[in-house]
């Protein structure tokens, strides 16, 4: 029989003949000495051939020295098609020892190691990468980048069992860093931090959250100081950067992000720093994180402080439309009345109901009860709006912008914002004072000396820029 009967028989559907047919075919292409003859099984195998069982018991009998070529061509064809049958023969066989690996080979095999790989397709990757030559560097490389697209914790052992060196030495900081191991990144000498940067770069999500456990616990201030530069590149956005710099405890790292952060944002940063004990460690950035923090707990003292008991037979206006319950037809109805009082009404109760302009047009409205309660269901500040008369609609209207209120502005930015916290009195501002407090206090450090450089910015001349310190009597 031929190569070419054996093929035509290995899909014979003769009824009773054929199964006869299609095993003696599948006997005789085990038995060719042609590589071609097995990759016909092969193909059969990944179209789920009536006789699947028989070729893998055929295919798992190859030897991995009598039919080395046999293997290594198996190999090629899975990694271009890496079906899960032919997967479980190759776990069996493994790679056949002594014999060179083809680049192009290397690359389709360990292409098939993603995040979202079958089981036994990542383990077919690992019987493949541990059958490979210990010391080719660029072999090494492959199944690194092979660990990373598929985070396998089989490919990260394999690493470390069998101390595979890669050729870029950025991999080798990404996997030290990741399995916690100090001491190897240590001996790569990353003086200026750029491995670590780069091994940043190419983590996953998954990684960064170990570098980041790893550098938490590591006592060595320039390995920090390395990690928050690679925070600092723009490919984290700010939510990222602060929840990793949290993560690691990276005082110092916190205090220089709240400069690209709103007043919001940062809030939320002085929680943290009112719960714990951590501080920057340079004196004026520690000065003015006790200040915020001041100023933050006074303003949590005023916002949990409880409304006035109402006189008996009053009832709270918001309580009373809430009670209520209008359907929405009569919430449109409301919008389109004469009274403002019931225009509020609809507004509070159906802003879901509005859009944008509707509110900027209630913001303008000559009645407050309108504007109070377009500063109310806003969360963000609808408009550039002067000055309410009316009291609690010109608190609602700051607070809500002020939140907003980035801390990387201009030195006029901070000169009014200091000018307005002077001028802030009375317990009915308490709100809006301690928010500016916290916010000058950010500003006066970052923006009050009139030139913001960037750090990795150097002149052209020792002479050419000269810059100001924030007035000293604003840090004590």
């Given at each position: 029989?031929?190569?070419?009967?054996?093929?035509?028989?290995?899909?014979?559907?003769?009824?009773?003949?054929?199964?006869?047919?299609?095993?003696?075919?599948?006997?005789?292409?085990?038995?060719?000495?042609?590589?071609?003859?097995?990759?016909?099984?092969?193909?059969?195998?990944?179209?789920?051939?009536?006789?699947?069982?028989?070729?893998?018991?055929?295919?798992?009998?190859?030897?991995?020295?009598?039919?080395?070529?046999?293997?290594?061509?198996?190999?090629?064809?899975?990694?271009?098609?890496?079906?899960?049958?032919?997967?479980?023969?190759?776990?069996?066989?493994?790679?056949?020892?002594?014999?060179?690996?083809?680049?192009?080979?290397?690359?389709?095999?360990?292409?098939?190691?993603?995040?979202?790989?079958?089981?036994?397709?990542?383990?077919?990757?690992?019987?493949?990468?541990?059958?490979?030559?210990?010391?080719?560097?660029?072999?090494?490389?492959?199944?690194?980048?092979?660990?990373?697209?598929?985070?396998?914790?089989?490919?990260?052992?394999?690493?470390?069992?069998?101390?595979?060196?890669?050729?870029?030495?950025?991999?080798?900081?990404?996997?030290?860093?990741?399995?916690?191991?100090?001491?190897?990144?240590?001996?790569?000498?990353?003086?200026?931090?750029?491995?670590?940067?780069?091994?940043?770069?190419?983590?996953?999500?998954?990684?960064?959250?170990?570098?980041?456990?790893?550098?938490?616990?590591?006592?060595?201030?320039?390995?920090?100081?390395?990690?928050?530069?690679?925070?600092?590149?723009?490919?984290?956005?700010d939510t990222q950067a602060v929840a990793t710099l949290k993560?690691?405890?990276?005082?110092?790292?916190?205090?220089?992000?709240?400069?690209?952060?709103?007043l919001g944002v940062v809030l939320d940063l002085c929680e943290?720093?009112?719960?714990?004990?951590?501080?920057?460690?340079?004196?004026?950035?520690?000065?003015?994180?006790?200040?915020?923090?001041?100023?933050?707990?006074?303003?949590?003292?005023?916002?949990?402080d409880s409304s006035p008991s109402l006189p008996k037979g009053?009832?709270?206006?918001?309580?009373?439309?809430?009670?209520?319950?209008?359907?929405?037809?009569?919430?449109?109805?409301?919008?389109?009345?004469?009274?403002?009082?019931?225009?509020?009404?609809?507004?509070?109760?159906?802003?879901?109901?509005?859009?944008?302009?509707?509110?900027?047009?209630?913001?303008?409205?000559?009645?407050?009860?309108?504007?109070?309660?377009?500063?109310?269901?806003?969360?963000?500040?609808?408009?550039?709006?002067?000055?309410?008369?009316?009291?609690?609609?010109?608190?609602?209207?700051?607070?809500?912008?002020?939140?907003?209120?980035?801390?990387?502005?201009?030195?006029?930015?901070?000169?009014?914002?200091?000018?307005?916290?002077?001028?802030?009195?009375?317990?009915?501002?308490?709100?809006?004072?301690?928010?500016?407090?916290?916010?000058?206090?950010?500003?006066?450090?970052?923006?009050?000396?009139?030139?913001?450089?960037?750090?990795?910015?150097?002149?052209?001349?020792?002479?050419?820029?000269?810059?100001?310190?924030?007035?000293?009597?604003?840090?004590?």
């Amino acid at each position: 029989m031929t190569i070419e009967d054996a093929k035509h028989r290995l899909y014979d559907t003769t009824p009773l003949l054929g199964r006869f047919r299609r095993y003696a075919a599948i006997q005789a292409l085990a038995e060719f000495p042609d590589p071609t003859s097995t990759l016909l099984l092969a193909g059969a195998l990944s179209q789920n051939h009536p006789n699947s069982d028989e070729i893998q018991r055929v295919l798992q009998r190859l030897s991995l020295d009598r039919d080395a070529e046999k293997v290594m061509a198996l190999w090629s064809a899975w990694g271009q098609a890496p079906h899960p049958a032919l997967a479980m023969v190759l776990t069996r066989l493994g790679w056949p020892p002594g014999r060179p690996v083809e680049m192009k080979t290397a690359r389709d095999v360990f292409a098939t190691a993603t995040a979202s790989a079958l089981p036994d397709v990542l383990q077919t990757v690992v019987v493949f990468a541990k059958s490979l030559p210990v010391a080719d560097e660029a072999l090494n490389d492959a199944i690194y980048v092979a660990w990373i697209h598929s985070q396998s914790e089989e490919l990260e052992q394999v690493i470390t069992a069998q101390e595979r060196q890669p050729g870029n030495p950025a991999l080798e900081a990404l996997h030290s860093l990741v399995t916690g191991r100090m001491d190897r990144y240590t001996t790569l000498q990353d003086e200026d931090g750029k491995l670590l940067a780069q091994a940043f770069t190419m983590a996953p999500s998954s990684f960064r959250n170990r570098i980041a456990q790893t550098v938490a616990s590591s006592l060595d201030r320039h390995v920090k100081d390395a990690y928050r530069q690679a925070l600092s590149d723009g490919r984290l956005d700010d939510t990222q950067a602060v929840a990793t710099l949290k993560l690691v405890g990276d005082e110092d790292g916190l205090f220089e992000k709240t400069r690209s952060l709103s007043l919001g944002v940062v809030l939320d940063l002085c929680e943290r720093w009112a719960t714990s004990p951590g501080r920057p460690s340079r004196p004026k950035s520690r000065d003015v994180v006790n200040r915020a923090v001041t100023a933050f707990q006074a303003l949590g003292q005023f916002q949990g402080d409880s409304s006035p008991s109402l006189p008996k037979g009053l009832v709270d206006i918001f309580d009373y439309w809430r009670g209520q319950q209008p359907s929405d037809v009569e919430l449109r109805a409301d919008l389109q009345a004469e009274d403002p009082f019931r225009r509020a009404r609809g507004l509070y109760l159906g802003h879901g109901l509005v859009n944008h302009q509707r509110l900027v047009a209630a913001a303008h409205s000559e009645h407050w009860p309108e504007r109070l309660v377009a500063q109310l269901v806003s969360p963000t500040p609808l408009t550039a709006i002067k000055e309410d008369h009316v009291l609690w609609v010109s608190m609602c209207s700051g607070g809500s912008a002020m939140l907003q209120t980035p801390i990387d502005g201009t030195p006029e930015d901070y000169h009014r914002h200091h000018r307005l916290l002077e001028k802030t009195r009375g317990s009915a501002a308490a709100r809006i004072h301690m928010l500016l407090e916290i916010l000058c206090a950010f500003q006066g450090y970052f923006v009050a000396s009139g030139i913001s450089i960037d750090e990795t910015a150097e002149a052209a001349e020792s002479s050419a820029v000269e810059i100001e310190d924030a007035e000293e009597d604003f840090f004590e």
